[in-house]
């Protein structure tokens, strides 16, 4: 029936995943848009379908219900071109007893000489319908006008952005993504099941512990691309990676059981080459406890993760809560350290330390020469060295210098960017 092309057009973005199949939204999904003057959250459900044995259906249902229950107000999306469906009316009747405001939207009304055609859904008992065509953009002026005349007034948030932690949890398909953050958020936050690819769009999720607020982003598994043969799966690795790309916190989960593989190791290079804060999650670990066989040891995750030997490592449990608490105190550690600046001083401090012990190289007769440091950025901490040629910089002697540099000042679990600059005059 079109909800999430409503959902996407009402956003004025996409966000939510659109296919031709039926079902293609499972997780409730959420965008901040605006609207004569008025800021609001949109949230795109999954469809609300007569109950079945389907696990999924059923957690898709009481998701839409959670849905209905935190809204201020209900856009009951219906197809104008099928008609009232059976399913339209059950839908209608626990709308009825939600006791929340309810905008009947009719989709699918591509021209204004089918609008007489809504009469039959009055029917339906929520008012009057509203046709509109979510692909055309039609009358959806008139409706956010509808939407924005019963919203509730708007609270004013205290709380500036720079003090939300964004966490990406990002990892192969069923590693135990969705039910972390369902264990950290101690609710059924997102719909898990032990089928892959049961997440598909990247999911926003506030949460607040003690004073300090997060945000959450459940994303997709991110598989090889050999496989992912669905375009809808192609979309949501799309959102995964864009999640990434927003967070200041990436939690990379591991299995215990299978180990590192190598889309591990892609997904680890995808994070380091962005730059986010990264802590390596290895999920599962109540599967060892007690046993003689040992689970995936930090010594082997360093080993195949030796480019990422920056990041934390936490062994955790989303089915019995272990280390939980542990993991939660390593995201504000690491998004500290990514926001962090260097004072000047003492950034030179250490430099003039470091090249005094291991002076630089030298090329073709000439030695590099480093003049001073300041740090130019923070998420993640850029270093710019001011030298007489950055040509002269050998690989391994870049590293020296970055080791020397996180030796003093830390840089827990984030990628730190040395910038050399030829100095001018």
């Known amino acids: ?30 965008a901040d848009t605006e609207w004569g003057g008025r800021t609001f959250t949109l949230v795109d459900t999954g469809g609300i379908r007569a109950a079945g044995d389907d696990v999924i259906a059923i957690q898709v249902r009481r998701q839409a219900e959670l849905g209905v ?4 107000v209900v856009l009951f999306v219906v197809d104008g071109r099928e008609g009232v469906h059976p399913e339209d009316e059950g839908v209608a009747e626990l709308l009825r007893c939600c006791q929340k405001p309810v905008l009947l939207v009719v989709n699918k009304m591509d ?25 055309h953009g039609l009358n959806t002026g008139h409706l956010l006008d509808k939407l924005v005349e019963i919203l509730p007034p708007e609270e004013v948030d205290a709380v500036a952005d720079e003090n939300v932690i964004k966490v990406a949890v990002v990892g192969r398909p069923n590693v135990g993504k969705s039910s972390l953050v369902n ?30 607020k997060f945000l959450f982003i459940d994303t997709a598994g991110l598989r ?39 889309q591990d190791k892609k997904i680890g290079g995808y994070v380091d080459e962005v730059g986010r804060g990264l802590v390596l999650v290895v999920n599962k670990w109540d599967l060892f406890q007690g046993k003689e066989k040992e689970g995936l040891s930090a010594e082997e995750v360093r080993y195949h993760l030796r480019f990422l030997d920056y990041a934390p490592i936490r062994f955790v449990s989303a089915k019995t809560g272990l280390g939980l608490s542990a993991l939660i105190e390593e995201i504000v550690t690491v998004a500290r350290v990514c926001r962090a600046r260097v004072k000047t001083s003492e950034l030179n401090e250490v430099i ?20 001073y440091a300041s740090q130019v950025a923070t998420s993640p901490p850029a270093i710019a060295l001011f030298v007489n040629d950055p040509r002269l910089v050998h690989f391994s002697y870049r590293r020296y210098l970055e080791n020397s540099l996180r030796e003093a000042f830390g840089f827990t679990g984030t990628p730190l960017r040395l910038l050399f600059r030829r100095r001018r005059g």
């Open 1 to 30: 029936m079109g909800k999430s092309t409503l959902f996407n057009r009402l956003a004025q973005k996409r966000v939510s995943i659109t296919d031709d199949i039926p079902g293609v939204t499972r997780d409730r999904v959420g």
């Open 69 to 72: 229950e935190e809204a201020d």
């Open 111 to 135: 021209n204004s000489k089918a609008w007489s055609e809504t009469y039959e859904f009055f029917r339906l008992g929520l008012g009057e319908p509203i046709p509109v065509s979510a692909e």
């Open 183 to 212: 264990a950290v958020l101690g609710q059924e936050r997102v719909i898990t099941s032990d089928t892959p690819g049961t997440t598909r769009d990247a999911v926003d999720i506030p949460w607040e512990h003690g004073e300090q």
């Open 224 to 262: 090889r691309r050999a496989r992912i043969k669905e375009p809808v799966e192609k979309y949501g690795v799309l959102r995964g990676l864009r999640a990434v790309q927003r967070a200041d916190v990436v939690l990379l989960v591991l299995d215990a059981e299978t180990g590192v593989v190598e």
């Open 352 to 371: 003039s330390e470091a090249t005094g012990i291991n002076p630089p190289p030298s090329r073709r007769g000439k030695a590099l020469k480093i003049y």
